[in-house]
């Protein structure tokens, strides 16, 4: 399948190190210019408690560690729809 992949016409250079060049018509664009933070929070405290890994992405936080979760309940925890991508700043 790679095989059948044509080169394009011209690259640049990133202006980023770690990326190199890139595709002449492409615009680099920070990630804060292109998606938008929402801000969701629970308010009866009902939901999955979930959590972000490198490995498995995001997943029931019970499925991650043994340790129960000591909060009493999820209430200002924040909340995500199916859909949304989900990253944190570590």
Do not use: C, F
Not at 7 to 26: D, N, R, T
Not at 49 to 57: A, Q
């Amino acid at each position: 399948m790679i095989a059948d992949l044509k080169p394009y016409a011209a690259y640049k250079e990133s202006g980023l190190p770690w990326l190199g060049q890139v595709p002449g018509h492409w615009s680099v664009s920070r990630i804060k210019t292109v998606l938008r933070e929402t801000d969701r929070r629970a308010e009866n405290g009902e939901g999955i408690l979930l959590s972000l890994t490198r490995v498995r992405g995001l997943i029931p936080h019970r499925d991650m560690t043994d340790k129960m979760h000591s909060a009493k309940t999820l209430t200002g925890y924040k909340r995500y729809r199916a859909g949304q991508l989900v990253m944190n700043r570590m």
